[in-house]
Nanobody
Framework: QVQLVESGGGLVQAGGSRRLACVAAGDIFSMHAMGWYRRAPRKEQQLVADISGSGSTYYADSVKGRFTISRDSDKRTLYLQMNSLKPEDTAMYYC???????????????WGQGTQVTVSS
């Protein structure tokens, strides 16, 4: 089993930056692809960014050029650097991990508890 714990959320003004972190513990060698999801009130869950086991990255169109996903070489910590934040980025952000090399929502094996990001206008 793998436990994922997010941190870094909080209140930030529009245009500001925030870095989220997700620390993995347990059988981390079984986890390959990781990613960040978010859920805003009255909206569906959205995949924000992910990184495959081989290091390839994906970004949702709404965050391209503003967010950067990265992971420590030991795969224990996943980051999401968020710049030029907008009020519409306000959401609960969840870290996710998969035993597969490529992240797909149906194959997610591990979830964190979430960290709230609120962007004020």
């Amino acid at each position: 089993q793998v436990q994922l714990v997010e941190s870094g959320g909080g209140l930030v003004q529009a245009g500001g930056s925030r870095r989220l972190a997700c620390v993995a513990a347990g059988d981390i060698f079984s986890m390959h692809a990781m990613g960040w999801y978010r859920r805003a009130p009255r909206k569906e869950q959205q995949l924000v960014a992910d990184i495959s086991g081989s290091g390839s990255t994906y970004y949702a169109d709404s965050v391209k050029g503003r967010f950067t996903i990265s992971r420590d070489s030991d795969k224990r910590t996943l980051y999401l650097q968020m710049n030029s934040l907008k009020p519409e980025d306000t959401a609960m952000y969840y870290c996710a991990g998969s035993r597969q090399d490529v992240l797909t929502t149906r194959d997610i094996d591990f979830w964190g508890q979430g960290t709230q990001v609120t962007v004020s206008s």
